[in-house]
C-alpha cells in the first residue's frame, strides 16, 4: 500500500482530502542536484541508460519539491530509437535524427518488438519503484504516436513540422501504416512498464497543435484510442498540448485523465469532457513571477477546477531557468489549499 496514493485516487475518480500536485519535467532541469548527476556523465543519452542514476534523479523531486507522484526520468525517443531509428541529443539544440523515414521500406525496416530494446527503462522503474518503498505512485510515459511520427519524419523539432504534414497529405497510406507501427510499439512499451512497477502512465501529444482537428481525428485519436483501450491494468492520462478541439473526443475513450495546457479555460475543459478527472494547467511562466502571485494565480486555478476529479499540475513542462523554490511554492500552496 503506498503512504500517499492521492494521485492514484483522485485519477480513479475517488474522492480526495486534498488536491494532488506533481509537475511535467520535474525530474531534473531545475534542480541542482539533477546537475550535479548531469555533469557526471558524458550526454544526456549517457545519463537516461543508467539505471541507478535515472533512480536517483527521479526521486530527486520528491524529496526536494515534495510533489505527490514521481515521473520516470526518460525521453519519448527511445521508442524511435528501439524501433530502428537511432537519434542523437545535441546540447542546446536537441533531438536530431541523422536517417529519416521516407518511404515504404523504411517503415517495413522498422521493428514493433520493442521491449527487448528498452531493458534499461524497465531496469530503472524496478530500482525506482523499490527505492520509492511506496512512498508515492510512478508515473510511466510515452510519446503520442503523432508526436513520434513528427520526429521521424522531420528529424529535428520544428515550429511547423511541415515535413511531417506534407507526408499526411502526400501519402496516408504510409503515415497510416507508420502510426500503427508506432502505436503497437508503444502499447507493448507501456504494458512492460507497468509490469516493472509503473503505477498510472501518461501520453505525451506534444505537437497536437500543429494539426487541425480534422487531420488530427484522422491521424491522432484512432491511435491515441488503440492506446487506451490496450492499457486497462493502471490509470491513463492524455495530454494534447494545443489540442483544445479535441477534449469532447478524448473525454469518448478510455483515458482516466485529460491533461490541459494553460490555454484552455477549466471551465470549457468540464464543460467537454463529460466528467473526466482533469488535470493541469498553471501557465509556466506563472513561477517566474513572485510568491504573491504564486499564490493567487494558483488558488484562482484551484477554485475553478475543484477539489474533486482534479490533479494539479502546470500546462506544459517547468522551464529550466525557473528557480526551484519557485517551484516548491506552488506545490506547498496547491498542498495548503483548501
Not at 546540447?91 to 521500406?105: A, D, L, Q, R
Request: proline share 5%; glycine share 6%.
Amino acid at each position: 500500500m503506498l503512504t500517499n496514493d492521492l494521485l492514484l485516487r483522485a485519477a480513479r475518480g475517488e474522492e480526495v482530502e486534498r488536491i494532488p500536485v506533481w509537475l511535467m519535467r520535474q525530474a531534473g532541469r531545475i534542480l541542482p542536484e539533477y546537475k550535479t548527476v548531469r555533469s557526471s556523465v558524458n550526454g544526456f543519452k549517457e545519463l537516461v541508460k543508467n539505471p541507478e542514476l535515472i533512480c536517483e534523479v527521479t526521486i530527486q523531486p520528491v524529496d526536494i519539491l515534495g510533489v505527490d507522484a514521481a515521473i520516470i526520468f526518460s525521453d519519448i525517443l527511445v521508442i524511435p530509437e528501439a524501433m530502428g531509428l537511432n537519434y542523437e541529443m545535441i546540447e542546446s539544440k536537441g533531438p536530431f535524427f541523422p536517417k529519416t523515414i521516407e518511404n515504404k521500406n523504411d517503415v517495413l525496416q522498422l521493428t514493433e518488438d520493442v521491449v527487448p530494446n528498452l531493458q534499461y527503462v524497465f531496469e530503472s522503474i524496478r530500482l525506482t519503484k523499490s527505492t520509492l518503498n511506496n512512498r508515492v505512485p510512478l508515473i510511466g510515459f510515452a510519446g503520442a504516436p503523432w508526436t513520434i511520427f513528427s520526429y521521424m519524419i522531420e528529424g529535428k523539432g520544428s515550429k511547423t513540422f511541415s515535413q511531417a504534414k506534407k507526408m499526411l497529405y502526400t501519402d496516408p497510406v504510409l503515415s497510416h501504416s507508420l502510426l500503427d507501427k508506432i502505436t503497437s510499439a508503444t502499447i507493448a512499451y507501456l504494458k512492460e512498464q507497468v509490469k516493472s512497477g509503473a503505477d498510472i502512465l501518461q501520453v505525451f501529444d506534444s505537437w497536437a497543435g500543429v494539426l487541425s482537428k480534422a487531420q488530427y481525428v484522422e491521424f491522432a485519436l484512432p491511435y491515441m484510442q488503440k492506446i487506451t483501450t490496450a492499457i486497462t491494468e493502471v490509470p491513463v492520462i492524455l495530454f494534447a498540448k494545443d489540442a483544445h478541439y479535441i477534449l469532447g473526443e478524448f473525454a469518448q475513450t478510455n483515458c482516466a485523465v485529460i491533461g490541459l495546457d494553460w490555454t484552455i479555460e477549466p471551465e470549457k475543459a468540464r464543460k467537454e469532457t463529460a466528467g473526466k478527472v482533469l488535470q493541469g494547467n498553471l501557465d509556466p511562466c506563472v513561477l517566474y513571477a513572485g510568491k504573491e502571485t504564486i499564490k493567487k494565480e494558483t488558488e484562482k486555478m484551484l477554485r475553478s477546477f475543484g477539489e474533486q476529479k482534479y490533479i494539479c499540475n502546470l500546462g506544459h513542462g517547468v522551464y529550466p531557468d525557473v528557480d526551484f523554490e519557485k517551484a516548491k511554492y506552488f506545490i506547498e500552496v496547491v498542498q495548503q489549499y483548501r
